[in-house]
């Protein structure tokens, strides 16, 4: 079994899961906005850069994980990598943000914003998915 962790792939990831944000919002931040009830004037002040290191962590964490499991998987390829990334975002991500976002008393968004919010990250999921179930380190034998 191969468990080696290609750093060189993840790294790589975590720069690719920035930019998968930065478009995606370029291309639906309008009407994520509109589905908030807010206008740009409520967000164009100065953005807090813990936000971005936030989010540049968690990208580690999220795309070691995947290579970690991928690897202990034993997935051999691009599609089995995609695979157990997709069965990951589903299970740990949009199971739990749909009920959370739908069913709370306290937040009730509208199918449209959770499709917006979890497909980002379906979107990451699935390049890392791929990524690493197809650039696998490989060990000297």
């Given at each position: ?8 792939a993840v790294w ?65 390829n691009a599609v ?17 943000y749909a009920t ?42």
């Amino acid at each position: 079994m191969n468990n080696k962790i290609n750093h060189l792939a993840v790294w790589i990831l975590v720069v690719v899961h920035q930019l998968i944000g930065w478009s995606w919002y370029a291309i639906f931040g309008e009407r994520w906005l509109n589905l908030h009830a807010r206008t740009m004037t409520d967000i164009e002040r100065t953005h807090n850069v813990s936000a971005y290191l936030v989010a540049i962590v968690a990208s580690i964490f999220v795309n070691y994980a995947l290579a970690w499991l991928i690897g202990r998987l034993n997935a051999a390829n691009a599609v089995a990598g995609l695979k157990i990334a997709l069965v990951c975002w589903f299970a740990f991500l949009f199971v739990e943000y749909a009920t959370i976002a739908v069913f709370s008393a306290f937040e009730t968004n509208p199918w449209p914003l959770v499709f917006i919010d979890m497909g980002r990250p379906f979107v990451a999921f699935a390049i890392s998915g791929l990524v690493l179930g197809a650039w696998r380190k490989r060990t000297s034998l």
